[in-house]
């Protein structure tokens, strides 16, 4: 871990899906919940959250439920889920509910669970408790990156993810060749070149109110962040910039 302001987690490094020539996979494909039962009743998770777990093609399991991220390599064989080393987290602070939610999920997927995948709905067994979740692109398909407000979520510095109480207040909309946004604390505008996969910011126009404290190291990361050439993926509510030395991550407001 490498300690930032706000909440920090050590991405991992590539892993190896251990489940070679198998039929259906739910590598390479991210899944959202639909239903939780437990002992055979259904089991309602905190208000707004749902579990998310993301198969990479490099061999993790990135998954949550609703507040913290954790992750870890992970294989698939056999129909079980077994996690290949520790399971590195943010430490965000969350609700009551929310925070026995993330310890819950991480019991869930430490207990070596089953898996079945039947077409684009994957459950998850681990003793009486079975989460059914559906892909994600089925659930939540990919926004359109322009007219949506975009709030701030992470920032990426090298291999590590902050999150700053507070940064849902900075956001960004794409409009053609325009940008508008807030820092949190001053608003700003500029151009923004596009090609495939990639944005290019011109200089940003910001308003001049005076910022100290916890919103002025946001602005300050915002702002670097949003220069010239990086490459862009909408994944969902999720608008990823990336450019040299880390990025930036936003999630859809609603």
Request: charged fraction near 20%; glycine fraction near 12%.
């Amino acid at each position: 871990m490498i300690a930032l302001a706000g909440t920090v987690l050590l991405l991992a490094g590539c892993g190896q899906n251990s489940d070679p020539g198998a039929g259906a996979s739910p590598v390479g494909k991210t899944f959202l919940s639909t239903s939780v039962s437990e002992d055979g009743k259904p089991k309602q998770l905190a208000p707004k959250t749902r579990v998310r777990l993301q198969f990479t093609d490099d061999g993790r399991l990135v998954a949550d439920a609703g507040c913290n991220s954790m992750q870890t390599t992970v294989s698939t064989k056999d129909g079980k889920l077994t996690l290949n080393g520790e399971l590195a987290s943010t430490a965000m602070g969350c609700p009551g509910p929310q925070q026995g939610q993330d310890q819950w999920l991480a019991g869930i997927i430490s207990a070596k669970p089953t898996w079945k995948l039947d077409g684009s709905k994957l459950d998850v067994t681990a003793g009486s408790t079975t989460i059914s979740l559906t892909d994600r692109e089925i659930v939540e398909p990919d926004l359109a990156i322009d007219g949506t407000k975009w709030a701030l979520s992470s920032v990426i510095t090298g291999e590590a993810a902050s999150h700053q109480a507070g940064s849902e207040k900075a956001w960004i909309t794409l409009n053609g060749e325009r940008v508008t946004g807030s820092t949190g604390c001053n608003d700003f505008q500029g151009t923004v070149a596009r090609s495939t996969g990639k944005l290019t910011f011109g200089e940003l126009a910001t308003t001049r109110r005076a910022c100290a404290g916890e919103p002025a190291a946001l602005e300050s990361q915002l702002l670097k962040g949003l220069k010239g050439e990086m490459t862009y993926e909408v994944d969902g509510s999720t608008l990823k910039l990336r450019f040299s030395g880390g990025g930036l991550d936003f999630t859809a407001v609603r």
